[in-house]
């Protein structure tokens, strides 16, 4: 007897563990979700819809558009400091991400072509290509496209119809949701543009100078002249020869402002300003940032004030 009721409490004992561990990891899951900038999992039997993003930017417009949806959740796929994907490797934190993941929503352009080898191995992950429609700059001698899309609004308003429009096919069930959401957000963005070409359109000096070819879509949609390149490609140091020639340049043209970028390096960009008596600013091509479904605008915001300042 006495045996038998010191096994009924063992057993209750047991039990009351295992159900306190499964609130814990419940608990978590959640504040995981939220952090990501999504909802947790829902009650009401709605499936939940995990839809991955390439990287930043496209996480940032992707979050707009499947914003207040309560069994939809966004990740980014790759870590918001991974900034642009040029030469990029997929690491098995990023397969980790994307196991769940029902939906892929890509820049396109050549952007993410690391991903093709990826994705043919998934071949029930849908996929985002939301370049569709955007017609793009050629690169410099063999580079292929500029695939940096996303740094003008106009593209970004384009980007963000298409991630609307093929969610909408996608996940039948949100569609009003998300063409609700892809509506306000463009609205949004359609405002900051107006703004920004208010501000810069009777700019006299176009002459501009930057730091890799981030941002030809950009100077075009804001008719900006951009007179060199310091680096063509982001975190390799141009040359004694390439730096000495973007000198001569920034002299010949008298240009006075210099873009670099938040997410690398100033050195170069500032022996070129000392050499030539420009000026360092710097210029977001939103490829980091704070995980905010207003943070591409507010980035916008922080690049104009930059190049009133310099080119007023």
Known sequence: MHSKLIKILCLSLLSLLV?????????????VSQTAGSSPVTNNNQKLITIAASFYPMYIFTLNVAKNMPNVKVLDMTKPTTGCLHDYVVTPDDMKNLEGAQVLVTNGAGMESFMDKVTKQMPNLKIIDSSQGIRLIKGEGDEGDN???????SNAIIQVGNIGNQLSLLDPTNAAQYKENT???????????DKMHQALDGVKNRDIITFHEAFPYFAQEFNLNIAGVIEREPGSEPSAKELAATIEKVKSLKVKALFAEPQYSTKAAETIAKETGAKVYTLDPVVTGPMEDDAYIKIMDSNLKSLQEALQ
Request: hydrophobic letters at 35%; proline letters at 3%.
């Open 19 to 31: 159900i306190t561990g499964c609130g814990v990891n419940n608990q978590s899951k959640s504040a």
């Open 147 to 153: 695939p940096h899309l996303w740094v003008s609004i």
């Open 183 to 193: 509506n306000a957000y463009i609205k949004k963005l359609q405002a900051e543009r």
